[in-house]
């Protein structure tokens, strides 16, 4: 079984930064990806940002590319989301994920097992 807390949501400005963590305990043998995604109310989950656990492989959506970082911490099994430059439409529930495949890092399905998000609002 595998856990994920994440943490490190909440209310900025436009314009303003958080960096967001999620803590992943329980199984990670074979663990291949980790991503971040995000729900806004009314609209489907989408991808985010994600990151191969062994190597140096990132990916972004383009909204949010050159404004948002993925990276990892290996010894402490942490990931983080480090976003810059906040904008309104970045407000939503992220979420956290981990996936036991080497296929689509960006595509939801592929992703076993979810936290249970963090709001992140940015105010305009």
């Known amino acids: 079984q595998v856990q994920l807390v994440e943490s490190g949501g909440g209310l900025v400005q436009t314009g303003g930064s958080l960096r967001l963590s999620c803590a992943h305990s329980?199984?990670?043998?074979?663990?291949?990806?980790m991503a971040w995604f995000r729900q806004a109310p009314g609209k489907e989950r989408e991808f985010v940002a994600a990151i191969k656990w062994i190597g140096d492989n990132t990916y972004y959506a383009d909204s949010v590319k050159g404004r948002f970082t993925i990276s990892r911490d290996n010894a402490n099994n942490t990931l983080y989301l480090l976003m810059n430059s906040l904008q309104p439409d970045d407000t939503a529930v992220y979420y956290c994920?981990?996936?036991?495949?080497?296929?689509?890092?960006?595509?939801?399905?592929?992703?076993?097992?979810w936290g249970q998000g963090t709001q992140v609002t940015v105010s305009s």
């Open positions: 329980g199984r990670t043998f074979n663990r291949y990806y």
């Open positions: 994920a981990t996936s036991f495949t080497g296929r689509y890092p960006t595509v939801p399905n592929e992703y076993s097992y």
